[in-house]
Nanobody, 117 residues
């Protein structure tokens, strides 16, 4: 069983920064992609950023230049540094990983980010 635990969410004023962390434990061998998604009420969950096992990154247009994803493979942890936060970044942020030869996807429970104007 793979378990993901996110941390680092909270409330911040516009222009501020937050750093999200997601620690992966359990049978988390061969973690491939590590992703951050976000979701607001009434909207579909959207990909914010992802990073491959080799360190290649991809960002949503809304995150480019402000958010930075990184991973520590020794700690099975992925991070999301969020700078210049905007009220529209307010959402529940989820960590997700793809694991193993059959590419199973696992999700964390989410961490709330609230940005006030």
């Amino acid at each position: 069983q793979v378990r993901l635990v996110e941390s680092g969410g909270g409330s911040v004023q516009a222009g501020g920064s937050l750093r999200l962390s997601c620690a992966v434990s359990g049978s988390a061998y061969s973690i491939k992609a590590m992703d951050w998604y976000r979701q607001t009420p009434g909207k579909q969950r959207e990909l914010v950023a992802d990073i491959t096992s080799g360190g290649s990154t991809n960002y949503a247009d809304s995150a480019k230049g402000r958010f930075f994803i990184s991973r520590d493979n020794a700690k099975n942890t992925v991070y999301l540094q969020m700078n210049s936060l905007k009220p529209e970044d307010t959402a529940l942020y989820y960590c997700s990983v793809v694991v193993g030869s059959v590419n199973l996807r696992y999700w964390g429970q989410g961490t709330q980010v609230t940005v006030s104007s």
